[in-house]
């Protein structure tokens, strides 16, 4: 089976305001797991920024809330906030964050900002009823957090090794994970040190589909990523490899498609469906049904 990946070019994949409105549906206190930010992006069009901080507040009607944001010295940085009703705003100092309307619905208000100093975000609420909004903050710093499973192609019961890696490690740097599965079941992974910056572990899972590891760091500057396990449900496996070749359909020297072909055993004869995830920079990726 071939999944034929189409286009010439790529462009940045800006996720962060899904992020946060994903966090409105189930964002934890901190010390559990936080929502993750490996995969969103924020309104500065930079990969250099990495994600900081995010929570969920929520507003009273008519009332406002303050949220305290550190940006680390960071030399720029970029704020959002997620909020399902237009009567949200928010202001950081005496800037105002722009709105704008959000692809998964609400509004997304957002700054960048260059040489910020550490402050309270403003968020207000002029409706008559509270709202929760969610909140992320990006900075430009070389401090990130990876989580590098040994497969992303896993049979059910597979066990799964991790390697994690904290660039630009502190004194009392602590990193905790879980594992999350297709119905929302967080199970914490234990971890090993395995030097300054560095942790490993293991996870098993055991329930068929998507399953997600969640890895963040506690206290000093916090770092979150995360990596999705495509596990089997038993009687469907997937091989750890795949063939790849471009193909150029007008002759032009320019690639117009990869064409992928894994193999795939199954049980039982009939129709299955393959997705294929194309990853480029930490905010880029495309997932393509075939």
Do not use: K
Request: charged share 10%.
């Amino acid at each position: 089976m071939a999944v034929r990946v189409v286009g010439r070019g790529r462009s940045n994949y800006l996720a962060g305001l899904a992020l946060v409105a994903v966090c409105l549906s189930g964002c934890v206190a901190s010390g559990s797991s936080p929502a993750s930010l490996a995969s969103g992006a924020s309104a500065q069009s930079t990969d250099a920024l990495q994600g900081s901080f995010s929570t969920t507040v929520s507003v009273p009607a008519g009332g406002s809330v303050d949220v305290p944001v550190s940006f680390e010295g960071s030399a720029s940085a970029a704020v959002s906030v997620y909020a399902t009703d237009s009567n949200v705003g928010a202001t950081f100092g005496s800037i105002a964050l722009m709105a704008q309307a959000s692809p998964s619905g609400g509004s997304t208000l957002s700054v960048d900002l260059t040489s910020p100093a550490d402050g309270s975000l403003h968020i207000t609420n002029s409706g008559s009823q509270a709202e929760t909004v969610g909140v992320l903050v990006m900075i430009e710093t070389g401090r990130s957090l990876t989580v590098i499973p040994s497969t992303v192609t896993v049979t059910n019961g597979q066990t799964v090794g991790l390697d994690i890696v904290l660039t630009q490690p502190v004194a009392g740097d602590v990193v905790q994970a879980e594992l999350v599965d297709p119905a929302g079941t967080h199970t914490s992974i234990a971890l090993t040190p395995a030097g300054s910056g560095h942790w490993t572990g293991q996870v098993t899972p055991t329930v068929g589909g998507d399953n997600q590891v969640n890895v963040w760091t506690l206290a000093n500057g916090i770092r979150r990523a995360d990596v999705t396990l495509s596990v089997s449900s038993g009687t469907v496996s997937l091989s750890s490899g795949f063939t790849e070749r471009l193909s150029d359909t007008n002759s032009d020297g320019l690639a117009d498609a990869l064409i992928l072909t894994p193999t795939i055993t199954v049980a039982q004869a009939g129709s299955y469906r393959v997705r294929a995830t194309l990853a480029g920079s930490p905010w880029e990726s495309w997932r393509l049904p075939a």
